[in-house]
Every structure is written in C-alpha cells, then in structure tokens.
C-alpha cells in the first residue's frame, strides 16, 4: 500500500500562490509517477499535473500551464504543486495521485491501481 498524505490548501486572492505538498509513505516514492488532479464543485475530477518517476518529464493541463509547477524530492518522498496566478477558476479540491505510469499521455489518465490523498481544498476568491 502507498499513503498519500496532501498539505498546504487555503483560501487566497486571485493572483495569489500557494504550494501544495504531499508525503508519500508506504512503498519506493521513486517507483511511482506522481500527480495532482483536483475537482472542482459540482464538477468531475480533472487532470492538473503530472511527473514521471524520474521527475524528467512533466505536463500539464492547458489551463494551468505556465502558472502551477509540480516538482517531486525522491529523497523526502514528497511531491509539490507551486500554484502562481491563482483565478478563481482554480477553486477546487486538488488531489495527490500515484501510479505506475511512464509516458507523457498516461501520465494524464487514471488508472484502478491508482493511489490517492483525501484532498485538500483551494479557495481563489475575486
């Protein structure tokens, strides 16, 4: 089993940052691509951001590129979300995902064998 353990959501002004962490226990963090997908109220889960094992291959949904940068320390076995130029749009329960996955398109899907955290709620308020 992996757990995944999310941290750093709030509230904040639009064109606010914030980062969001999460700590991953359980099996070999390095094993695992990781990413972040959120769901927003009364909408269905959404792809954010993803990094393969290595950390050498990230991407991103259009709708956060060049704002949001996920990044991941194999020796903390923790992955990040830096969140800049937050719109209110962002608002959202944002979600830490581990997989067995490799390649640029899986990176963006969800599998069975997915790992999960509970959530972590941003609020982007105009």
């Known amino acids: 089993q992996v757990q995944l353990v999310e941290s750093g959501g709030g509230l904040v002004q639009a064109g606010g940052s914030l980062r969001l962490s999460c700590a991953v226990s359980g099996r070999t963090f390095s094993n695992y691509a990781m990413g972040w997908f959120r769901q927003p109220p009364g909408k269905e889960r959404e792809f954010v951001a993803a990094l393969t094992s290595s950390g050498r291959t990230t991407v991103y949904a259009d709708s956060v590129k060049g704002r949001f940068t996920i990044s991941r320390d194999n020796v903390k076995n923790t992955v990040y979300l830096q969140m800049n130029s937050l719109k209110p749009e962002d608002t959202a329960v944002y979600y830490c995902?581990?997989?067995?996955?490799?390649?640029?398109?899986?990176?963006?899907?969800?599998?069975?064998?997915?790992?999960w955290g509970q959530g972590t709620q941003v609020t982007v308020s105009s």
């Open positions: 995902n581990a997989g067995k996955k490799s390649g640029s398109s899986s990176l963006r899907t969800i599998r069975q064998d997915d790992y």
